[in-house]
């Protein structure tokens, strides 16, 4: 779904879109909307990606664009690597289903829900993000989650090196598990859950699904899309493009959005579909 990509991007793959060319898109017809699934990431998707995650916020429009679309649709979803607390500062979890920390926190019609392995890491995590603190390449930021950490070279991509040296020391010497991410490491329990598990746990007989995101933390959610079209619903794989976008993403994406700001209007456009707009 969409139209030719901009001067410079990455190659268009055969039947990929982006949002401008709507003329060429499938008709997508209102009860196929309002009985769908749509999964949203945050950062890099609903907020720029900031060389301080402390201070990433949700871009203009967006919060409203999440609520609203969830008002007509069976489900939406907000996955993402960030704790429940942060997401709970900007989304309604009575409207919207919350998916933190990859699954191991979720808040769902109100009700909150901790994955049964989670708590025992707690400990381990904060161990592990002060001695990146003490003793972790000086330039290194490190961002502690709760249930993981991330540690971030955005700032200085000169010592990407030392990083994911450190984080893989650290995951021998802890049991936590390494995750790439756009320049930073993450370090999470060895639980297996992620974008596409979370999907799938809520996709009950949606008979569209959706996913919008950027990272390579959304291939699973990629894959799980692949797996329920394979299974004969209805499926759309949406990327939005930026300066670090993994291309593996971009190649697989059936439309592709030039960037957060996009995203709203993205989703407005599925809430129209729903309302037959």
Request: glycine residues 10%.
């Amino acid at each position: 779904m969409g139209g030719p990509r901009r001067a410079g991007a990455r190659g268009q793959r055969s039947g990929q879109h982006r949002l401008s060319d709507r003329g060429s898109w499938p008709h997508l017809a209102p009860a196929l909307v309002r009985s769908g699934l749509v999964s949203v990431d945050f950062d890099g998707t609903l907020s720029p990606i900031v060389a301080d995650p402390s201070q990433a916020v949700p871009g203009p429009g967006a919060v409203a664009a999440v609520e609203e679309l969830a008002r007509v649709c069976r489900r939406v979803l907000v996955v993402s690597g960030r704790p429940l607390e942060f997401l709970r500062r900007y989304f309604d979890d009575h409207l919207v289903t919350l998916v933190a920390s990859y699954g191991l926190e979720i808040a769902d019609r109100g009700e909150v829900e901790l994955h049964p392995q989670a708590g025992s890491w707690v400990d381990v995590v904060r161990d592990v993000a002060t001695a990146s603190r003490e003793k972790g390449p000086p330039e290194m930021e490190v961002e502690e989650k709760g249930l993981s950490l991330t540690l971030h070279y955005r700032r200085h991509p000169e010592i990407a090196g030392q990083v994911e040296e450190w984080a893989a020391g650290q995951a021998i010497r802890s049991g936590l598990e390494v995750r790439r991410a756009k320049l930073s490491v993450e370090l999470h329990p060895p639980v297996q859950v992620d974008k596409g598990t979370a999907i799938l746990s809520f996709v009950d007989d949606a008979r569209l699904v959706v996913h919008v995101g950027d990272d390579v933390g959304d291939l699973p959610a990629f894959d799980a899309l692949d797996l329920l079209h394979g299974r004969g619903r209805e499926v759309l794989k949406v990327a939005v493009d930026g300066d670090e976008v993994p291309a593996l993403l971009i190649d697989r994406a059936d439309l592709v959005l030039d960037g957060p700001p996009e995203v709203p209007e993205f989703l407005l456009y599925l809430r129209d579909r729903a309302l037959g707009a």
